[in-house]
């Protein structure tokens, strides 16, 4: 049983990425989206957190949304998977519901 | 697969309706079927035809509307939340006594039961808001 | 509210996530319009209050004082559409200095680490 997690919000404006982190488990996976987005790239306040959230759930951010703030692949965590809109699209579908932490 | 799509933030001041613009358009290409988007909250606004935005700028409803007339995409402006805010077609301008209507080509108001129907009937409901 | 009714017969389980305060914004007040139209509809519907969320279930709310609407009575009205199933993360209570008797209906606590089980009981998670 597995939940795509969308967030969208920046998590040094709110705290959505940890209220999200804390509640899901194994299986799980999380996309960064919009403003969200710019908590994949590395060397940030928040690296130690999505590193070890890694761990358990696969993690996934949008890359137009990271291009548009001035970030590219290059800039990302390791741990974390560049997807497009159709990649978006496909997380949706081999997810069984989706989740946005609005 | 048949998905579908609530927005529930209007355009411009963020970026909801935007990310669910291009979800969609990107989920039609990889063929997957769209059976609805779904307009709430400040959703709605999506679905006036009085808005001008800068010519270089996107036009936000004017993409929904060519989606819906392209691919048959069931756009849904939710009534309760239309007439809090000053969104009005026919009916509504007769049943309220409205002396104007602005609804977008392609759009619809209807009830929130189309927002449950989606949610049953699709095998994926994506949200986009703020 | 209009008389809508769904035909379709399929049934399946919502879970509703507040995680806003009321009053601040519409968002908690047009969810419980979308509850109540889900109950309506026949499906399976639960909801669940965590972060801010809690406080859409506090006592003694006035919002009068700002010329809003008390739609904090609907909550009680919920049983009376057979939304039955109401969870409330003991964690966001316990950060917000609140306690179930803060509450103004019946509510299931359950902890920040059971809030996955409930989610993937679910087959719809809506969350405004």
Redesign the interface.
């Known amino acids: 049983m597995s939940t795509l997690n969308i967030i969208n919000k920046s998590p040094f404006e709110k705290r959505t990425l940890d209220q999200c982190l804390k509640r899901i488990g194994a299986g799980d996976s999380v996309l960064l989206i919009e403003d969200a987005s710019i908590s994949a790239v590395s060397g940030t306040a928040f690296t130690e957190q999505l590193t070890a959230a890694a761990a358990q759930s696969k993690l996934y951010v949008l890359q137009p949304d990271l291009q548009a703030r001035g970030f590219n692949d290059a800039s990302l965590l390791d741990s974390i998977e560049s997807v497009d809109y159709e990649g978006f699209v496909n997380l949706v579908v081999t997810h069984e519901r989706v989740h946005s932490w609005l | 697969?048949k998905?579908a799509v609530?927005v529930?933030e209007g355009p411009y001041q963020h970026?909801?309706s935007d990310?669910a613009y291009?979800?969609v358009?990107?989920?039609l290409?990889?063929g997957?079927e769209v059976m609805r988007v779904f307009f709430?909250?400040d959703g709605v606004n999506n679905g006036t035809r009085l808005t001008t935005p800068p010519q270089d700028d996107r036009h936000i409803q004017k993409r929904w509307s060519a989606l819906a007339q392209e691919h048959n995409v069931d756009l849904v402006l939710c009534?309760?939340?239309c007439q809090r805010r000053g969104l009005v077609d026919e009916g509504e301008a007769k049943r309220n006594s409205k002396d104007a209507t602005n609804i977008a080509p392609g759009f619809r108001i209807s009830?929130?039961?189309q927002?449950?129907?989606a949610?049953?009937?699709a095998?994926?409901?994506?949200?986009?808001?703020? | 509210m209009e008389e809508e009714e769904y035909q379709g017969g399929e049934v399946k389980k919502f879970l509703y996530v507040n995680r806003r305060l009321p009053h601040g914004t519409i968002y908690a007040l047009e969810s419980l319009e979308t509850v109540l139209i889900g109950a309506a509809f026949d499906q399976d519907v639960s909801m669940l209050f965590v972060d801010d969320g809690v406080y859409q279930l506090k006592k003694e709310q006035a919002p009068e004082s700002i010329e809003c609407k008390n739609f904090s009575k609907t909550y009680r009205a919920l049983e009376m559409y057979d939304v039955e199933k109401l969870f409330v993360e003991r964690e966001s209570l316990e950060e917000r200095g609140l306690a179930i008797d803060d509450l103004l209906v019946d509510v299931e606590l359950i902890a920040s680490s059971d809030v996955k089980a409930l989610v993937d009981e679910h087959d719809v998670i809506l969350s405004f």
């Open positions: 697969m998905l609530l529930n970026q909801a990310s291009q979800f358009t990107a989920a290409r990889t997957h709430y909250h009534v309760a939340a009830g929130l039961g927002l449950i129907e949610g049953v009937e095998d994926r409901l994506v949200t986009f808001g703020d």
